[in-house]
């Protein structure tokens, strides 16, 4: 399982002294309210930045990061991710997990078929949607609700499923 979990990319600056719009990664923009802290992902380093402001502005989150007075402090970091560690992460329900966790999963149907891996969750208004490469590339959608669902395993990296008719040729 990863130790870092992306909350959030800075997309831009935000005027000229030093803050940042990001596009938040996170079910829930408004935890960066209660965040102090968070990991940016230079692509060399996690460093760490204090949180001084958060406002919102559209789907977006504006923070001002305590030591970058200027744009050209923070300029250099868009696109960069920033991080939480584990602890940090929201608490989730029963049978609710992190994407991150879920991709390369082995998926299973309740036969014994192996399907494939996961390779990518689709957050649609509805449910989720998983998506599902086959050993012969071929994507298969598999609505994350229920009765399609049947168990997940994160340590063991195993999904059993059901597949209502129509999913699979």
Same mark, same amino acid.
């Given at each position: ?14 005027? =000229? ?27 060399? !380093?996690?460093?760490? =930045? !204090? ?25 250099? @970091? ?18 609710? @997990? ?9 998926? @299973? ?20 949607? @998983? ?24 340590? !063991? ?13």
């Amino acid at each position: 399982m990863e130790e870092f979990l992306q909350v959030g990319v800075i997309s831009s600056t935000h005027g =000229l002294k030093g803050e940042v719009k990001v596009f938040p990664t996170t079910d829930d923009p408004a935890r960066f309210k209660k965040l102090k802290k968070v990991l940016l992902d230079t692509g060399k !380093e996690h460093k760490e =930045l !204090e949180i001084e402001r958060v406002a919102f502005f559209k789907q977006f989150v504006i923070l001002k990061f305590k030591g970058f007075d200027h744009i050209d402090q923070i300029e250099r @970091y868009k696109g960069k991710g920033l991080l939480v560690t584990r602890d940090q992460a929201v608490k989730l329900k029963k049978n609710e @997990y992190f994407i991150t966790d879920l991709i390369g999963i082995t998926v @299973y149907t309740e036969e014994g078929q192996t399907l494939g891996r996961l390779k990518d969750v689709l957050v649609t208004g509805a449910n989720d949607v @998983y998506v599902v490469e086959a050993a012969d590339k071929k994507e298969i959608l598999i609505p994350a609700i229920k009765q399609c669902i049947l168990s997940v395993n994160i340590e !063991e990296r195993e999904m059993m499923v059901h597949l209502l008719k129509g999913l699979v040729d």
